[in-house]
């Protein structure tokens, strides 16, 4: 149970909406991807011809976002260790807001990338800073349950995610598919202005005070300093393996579950209406139950890592991550137990990343601890960006058939495998205090 301050836990709730708002943002894309991109082609919603292209484009837009994710990360991580937390953090979440609010305004796929752009500059700044002042303003000995808790808001950026469009494109807009998405789009901008008047209440973290009083402008060539690079080595393993994976996996959620719902519908004999009705409340239950396992997979790396210690814990979840992928969409399984199997990969591959927010802050020293938690990261994410883009391109050139995209996304299941033999490089710092 955590034991904090009102102030601490004001602190924790800024960041937390932070998080929140990174996956709500990107997986809000994935949901009206189907109806924005064949709409804004001129193409005919659900069409072959849609289904293809939004495969591609979704794959595209996706790895582009994350380079844009990647790209504010380590622009910000930098400026929030010379100038402070707090200011990076209303920053990032006005370019957020701008970004995501022009996005239901485009007319054209380039307009679109454009402000996608915008939006991921500030959702990457989010990372750095948030993690860095949950480290800083915390007690010690409440570093890992802390920020834990921090990364369960990517689920609930998830189920809000799925619930606004559930609500706004599979209620009240559902026979207008062709607009329903931009008033998706535009209801992100409400949970915004929130999060922005909560961050008016946070101060900077004595820690970052007094490191920024006392010693030089950070530069990122530092990381790479003799001393400093194992643990920058030690980050970006993590970081990439499980960022290749969870992006490679997350970014077709909604076309994979739609794939299943119709070979089920096909197999009912339902007719269009139903198959469509059907579709909406699969995806709806497959994003559910992912976002189930992960927050439950977040939640057991608290127990892990101060028990097992980060290494074990580590191997535990690349190990388990890799059989879960490899069985959901390498064996022969029917449409319903195939949608239950993202549980498992909620629980692995999405809940690894409850480690992140505590284990790389603690690898870098106050004044290089956003710019290397930043950079680290966002690192990944860029690399990253491939996974979905090769998915979406080899996906789309099998004409969007369900097969072609489930054999796609097998291959996935060997990338944590190659971090598992990584781990030798990868540093332990259970009972070790946050470096000043």
């Known amino acids: 149970m955590l034991r904090l301050t009102r102030y601490q836990w004001i602190v924790l709730f800024a960041a937390w909406l932070g998080w929140g708002f990174d996956i ?7 949901y009206v991807a189907p109806n924005a991109i064949p709409t804004l082609l001129g193409l005919t919603i659900g069409s072959p011809e849609a289904r293809t292209a939004t495969l591609y484009w979704t794959g595209l837009i996706t790895a582009i976002f994350l380079v844009g994710w990647a790209v504010g990360g380590v622009l910000f991580g930098p400026i929030s260790d010379r100038y402070g937390r707090k200011r990076v953090l209303l920053i990032t979440m006005v370019l957020y807001a701008v970004g995501t609010g022009l996005c239901a305004f485009v007319t054209s796929i380039e307009q679109l990338i454009v402000c996608r752009i915008i939006a991921s500059l500030g959702i990457g700044g989010e990372w750095a800073a948030g993690c860095a002042l949950v480290a800083e303003a915390v007690p010690e000995d409440q570093r890992v349950e802390a920020g834990a808790v921090l990364y369960t808001s990517a689920p609930f950026g998830l189920f809000l995610a799925t619930g606004v469009n559930a609500l706004i494109a599979g209620h009240f807009f559902a026979d207008v598919p062709e607009v329903s998405w931009r008033y998706v789009l535009i209801f992100g901008l409400i949970p915004a202005a929130f999060a922005f008047w909560i961050r008016t209440l946070v101060k900077e973290p004595e820690r970052w005070e007094a490191a920024a009083a006392s010693a030089p402008p950070p530069r990122l060539r530092e990381i790479f300093a003799p001393e400093i690079w194992p643990r920058t080595r030690s980050a ?22 739609a794939n299943l719902a119709q070979a089920e519908a096909l197999q009912l004999g339902l007719d269009k209406t139903a198959t469509s009705i059907l579709i909406e409340s699969w995806k709806t239950q497959g994003t559910a139950i992912f976002n189930v396992g992960g927050l439950l997979g977040t939640l057991l790396t608290i127990p892990l890592a101060k028990h097992w210690g980060r290494k074990p814990m580590f191997a535990l979840y690349l190990g388990f991550s890799s059989l879960a992928l490899l069985t959901t969409y390498g064996l022969d399984l029917e449409p319903q137990v195939r949608l239950y199997m993202y549980f498992f990969i909620g629980l692995t591959v999405f809940g690894i990343f409850g480690s992140f927010t505590f284990y790389l802050p603690e690898l870098f020293p106050t004044r290089l601890r956003a710019t290397g938690s930043g950079f680290t990261y966002n690192i990944g994410r860029v690399i990253a960006a491939g996974g979905p883009f090769l998915v979406g391109s080899v996906a789309s050139a099998g004409a969007g058939n369900s097969a072609v995209v489930l054999d796609t996304l097998f291959l996935v299941g060997f990338v944590p495998i190659v971090g598992l033999l990584c781990l030798g490089w990868v540093i332990e710092t259970r009972g070790q205090k946050i470096p000043d």
């Not at 709500?24 to 994935?30: K, P, R, S």
């Not at 393993?237 to 994979?256: D, E, G, R």
């Open 24 to 30: 709500f943002d990107g997986l809000l894309f994935n």
């Open 236 to 257: 970006l393993i993590v970081a990439v393996v499980a960022l290749i994976t969870w992006w490679s996996c997350n970014a077709f959620i909604p076309v994979v579950v």
